[in-house]
């Protein structure tokens, strides 16, 4: 693997191998130096085109563990704003010989672009509302230590599917990994043409007994105006998980940042089956696990410039 | 159709179609296929060009001598009547970086055509008859072949407000657009029809509601629901067509619709020809052989206004042509400067070349796998005039030569270098194609000559 531009680009073999790789530093997560130097001398550039806490910070902190420098280049407008196109950004922080770009981008294919314009490995940190593969890989890495399978599973993702690229995502990996997927949320998003990706759709959560995994997704408030929903008090009274809806053996997972109130209430997202902060803190050990796959694993040649730190697995021993 | 050979509905008024004179072909092609479907005309010939005129279709062996004439040997080449496009951007005045009269005529005699119609959607657009006088003077020193320029229907393109489309007229419109935009307002387009009356000239409408193709930057379908990307729905399109075939019915006006791009359109164009509007419309080489699967890759050479559909309704402008609700074929020429397409596909520029693409992606995907015969392709590339009053180009003794020729055996991968145009945002970059335009004569000049052939190198 070179580069992580999408879920759909994964092969199932490829999928498992991030997931066991975050397995292991997952163990190293555990111990008190939770360093190793596997990417010493080595640079990672994030470059963000939207805000984000989570996703920046998680991969910020996984470059870092593995001995890398990083550097992270935050923009507010479109690279168009700014003055600057996309691919003169990238040639000049291509000029610091990085190993990896984390590209986040309001327009999906962005990171596509990018990979053809540079020599680095590209990561697919979110594209419009295209793909995050990396959130889809930290979820169903999540759910494997609470299901052992995903095979056979059924998963209900609710909510704006139109808008989200977790959605695409999650529902990609999910399938690849053998579960059943419906989506389900009002008529006005889910997106037509949906099927074709072999999911099911509902659009009422009359079925969602069935479930063992529900998917929350964020209903951003701009949808009321765009005149997608009525008002988030329809909505919430339609589509909200809450713990009536809630079984007692179904999970609920939920990408983040949670509206309280609205996609859920306050009780579910408290409640022992929430997977949500278990989400967070697989979020940095799986993309540890990807940084590595890409730039250290065992199908990658390694650069001839720069430090080649151990040809054997690295993991555990502190820098 | 009541006009004469340079389209002018009136012997007073400016002629419609301007370029640089040049001097008069002469010329004689050995033992090609010269195939005419108007005259009936499929039979090896030699080709007398005399004078920039047909002067003969003389049996193989038996063309006379010129003094003076360049002497081509046709054998293996098919002979055609050259091709009309009645819709290209040529982008001046005011985005001369992506194309200019010179590149634009040049890249369209490079795939065969003799004349083209040029969109008003320029910067400024062509709402005055200053700016459409200034363009007609830079055709007549720069243009290779006749160019005819619509003029905008609304001020600015606005379209709030008629232009003085009388005055337009005079000065030489060849019909009217807003291409580019659609005419939102259902009452100023009845106005303009009403107009119409008063001023001549088909009106040519890009239709397109925006309200339901808003935010939208691909068809509305499985591929964008599986890329994210906000869709354009095929309806879009297909329901103002028809409120415009009903104001064309109710007001007796001729409109022609641009760019048809998916089933429910080629339908309610079936419907409206039916009950009698006047109505022609076109049909794109893209729409015609490329669908929404080629978006997956996310590649900005792709995305173009109407979108790539999907298969049904490719299938279905394949039928429209074929039983000619669709009445031509139009390229939508639309270059691109390579920064405007070297960012996402959503903020990409809309639009593909396709001048010097356009027969052999038609004749390598539609004719040569049987699909459609090359009569008729060679007629509706040839019929594109029609609306705004050129009569179709013919292969008859007499007739000004008007002529392609064409190696339908010669195949090539089409790259991004070698293009007459300035620019290279061709969709049919990577794919091999056959049938190969070598030389074109436009209104009795040759206007075209691939250098290797003129060479006498075999291609």
């Known amino acids: 693997m070179k580069h992580l531009l999408g879920v759909d680009q994964l092969t199932r073999e490829e999928l498992e191998r991030i997931l066991i790789r975050a397995t292991s530093f997952a163990e190293v997560g555990r111990r008190d130096i939770k360093k190793v130097p596997t990417l010493r001398g080595r640079t990672i550039v994030n470059l963000f085109y939207e805000a984000s806490t989570r996703t920046l910070s998680s991969f910020e902190l996984a470059a870092k563990r593995l001995s890398a420098d990083v550097v992270s280049v935050k923009s507010a407008g479109s690279s168009v704003d700014k003055g600057e196109s996309l691919k003169d950004t990238v040639a000049t922080l291509s000029a610091y010989d990085p190993a990896a770009i984390v590209i986040r981008s309001p327009h999906a294919g962005a990171a596509g672009l990018v990979a053809r314009w540079t020599e680095a490995s590209v990561i697919n940190a979110g594209d419009g509302k295209h793909e995050h593969p990396t959130q889809a890989l930290l979820d169903v890495f999540t759910l494997r230590q609470r299901l052992d399978s995903l095979e056979g599973a059924n998963i209900w993702i609710v909510g704006d599917v139109l808008h989200s690229r977790v959605a695409r995502s999650c529902l990609l990996a999910f399938r690849k990994l053998g579960a059943k997927v419906t989506v389900c949320g009002p008529p006005t998003l889910i997106p037509r043409g949906i099927e074709s990706l072999g999911v099911e759709v509902s659009y009422d959560l009359d079925g969602l007994g069935d479930a063992d995994v529900v998917y929350a997704l964020r209903m951003q408030r701009e949808r009321m105006t765009e005149s997608f929903v009525p008002s988030l008090r329809e909505y919430a009274s339609h589509y909200q998980i809450d713990s009536r809806r809630l079984g007692p053996r179904q999970l609920l997972m939920h990408p983040g940042p949670v509206n309280r109130g609205i996609e859920l209430s306050p009780e579910v997202i408290d409640s022992p089956q929430s997977l949500i902060t278990a989400q967070v803190e697989s979020g940095l050990v799986v993309r540890m696990a990807i940084l590595y796959e890409l730039l250290a694993g065992s199908d990658r040649a390694r650069p001839e410039r720069g430090p080649a730190p151990a040809d054997t697995p690295t993991i555990g021993q502190p820098a | ?459």
């Open chain 2, 1 to 459: 159709m009541n006009v004469s050979a340079n389209g002018a509905s009136k012997g007073a008024e400016a002629p419609r179609l301007i370029s640089r004179p040049g001097p008069p072909a002469n010329l004689i092609v050995r033992g090609a296929r010269l195939v005419d479907p108007r005259t009936k005309l499929d039979a090896t010939r030699d080709l007398v060009v005399r004078d920039g005129e047909i002067a003969e279709l003389a049996e193989p062996g038996g063309a006379p001598e010129i003094e003076g004439a360049e002497v081509v040997d046709g054998e293996g080449l098919l002979a055609l009547p050259a091709f009309i496009d009645p819709h290209v951007h040529l982008r001046v005045p005011g985005q001369e970086h992506k194309e200019d009269l010179e590149t634009g005529t040049r890249s369209a005699a490079a795939g065969g055509y003799c004349a083209v119609i040029a969109m008003a959607n320029t910067a400024p657009p062509i709402d005055s008859a200053a700016v459409l006088g200034s363009v007609r003077d830079r055709a007549e020193r720069e243009a290779s072949i006749p160019v005819g320029f619509v003029a905008n229907v609304t001020r600015a393109m606005g379209g709030a407000e008629l232009t003085e489309m009388a005055e337009l007229r005079e000065v030489g419109a060849i019909g009217f657009s807003d291409d580019g935009l659609p005419i939102a307002n259902a009452r100023v387009l009845r106005r303009a029809l009403q107009y119409q009356r008063l001023a001549g000239g088909v009106i040519a409408l890009h239709e397109e509601d925006p309200d339901l193709s808003a935010g939208g930057v691909m068809h509305e379908g499985d591929v964008s629901a599986a890329l994210g990307m906000a869709g354009v729905p095929s309806v879009s399109e297909s329901t103002l067509i028809a409120r415009d075939c009903s104001l064309a019915l109710y007001e007796d006006a001729p409109i022609h619709v641009q760019h048809l791009s998916a089933r429910t359109s080629v339908e309610e164009i079936a419907r409206a020809k039916a009950a009698g509007v006047r109505v022609t419309c076109e049909a794109t080489p893209h729409h015609l052989t490329l669908t929404e699967d080629a978006v997956r890759s996310l590649d900005p050479r792709f995305k173009m206004n109407p979108p790539l559909r999907a298969e049904d309704d490719r299938q279905a402008l394949i039928e429209g042509l074929g039983d000619g609700t669709i009445d031509c074929v139009a390229t939508d020429h639309a270059p691109h400067a390579a920064e405007e397409k070297e960012v996402p596909f959503e903020e990409a520029a809309w639009g593909v070349t396709g001048l010097e693409t356009a027969f052999a992606a038609l004749y390598s995907e539609l004719v040569l796998p049987g699909v459609l015969p090359l009569e008729l392709l060679i007629e509706r590339m040839t019929c594109g005039g029609e609306p705004f009053g050129i009569e179709p180009p013919r292969l008859e003794k007499g007739a000004l030569a008007n002529i392609t020729l064409i190696d339908p055996e010669l195949s090539w991968t089409v790259g991004e270098e070698g293009y007459e145009s300035r620019s290279y945002n061709n969709c049919f970059g990577g794919r091999e194609l056959t049938g190969r335009v070598l030389m074109t004569v436009a209104a009795g000049c040759v206007a075209f000559r691939q250098r290797s052939f003129a060479m006498g190198v075999a291609p």
